[in-house]
């Protein structure tokens, strides 16, 4: 088999494993920024990865929902104002460290996502005026939810439906992708 007709097939079973298992994602929405939101796009990944630093691949992450990982030394807030400086339509934050659970309870900094998904979101102990500036949703997945995403990437488009309380990123598969099948 070439390597070409691997990919194909690499390509094929992922395909077959979004539409078979699990095409949606949880997540746990930012207390502060939109208050409702639906956007749907393609995936980027920020690079600086952690944001750290000003995005240096803004053509890549403009009008995208771009990916940005925990961690780094660098506060939620400044992570989400890089990625929206950078011109992304949503940040998604990974839990790179594997610091949140399958409930999102994300340690005593973060706390807990509450059940009633609609009180509490990360970063809820910040001041609201220090997000007055945010103008994009910004969401927080674990770790192997952005293995999925990633491998997803360039498969589909992704979802964020109406905001605060929806909770689930959900993968729609290209034009291709669904004649295919």
Known sequence: ????????????????EMVCKRSFIDSWDAHHGPVKYHVDGR??????ND???AIINGHQ???RLTLVYR???????????????AGASAVIIVDEEDGCDENFYCGPFLGQRPADRLSLGFAHQDLASSWRSVRIP?????????????????????????????HRIIWQPSERARRRR
């Open 61 to 63: 992450v403009k009008d």
């Open 71 to 85: 961690g780094g030394g660098v506060t939620l807030l400044e992570k989400v104002l890089r990625v929206q400086e």
């Open 138 to 166: 910004a969401i927080l997945i674990r770790r192997e939810d952005a293995l999925k995403l990633t491998r997803w990437e360039n498969l589909g488009t992704i979802t964020l439906p109406e905001g605060k309380g929806e």
């Open 43 to 48: 995936l980027a990944i920020a690079v600086p």
């Open 1 to 16: 088999m070439t390597e070409d007709e691997k990919n194909k097939e690499r390509r094929k079973s992922l395909e077959k």
């Open 51 to 53: 944001a750290r630093e």
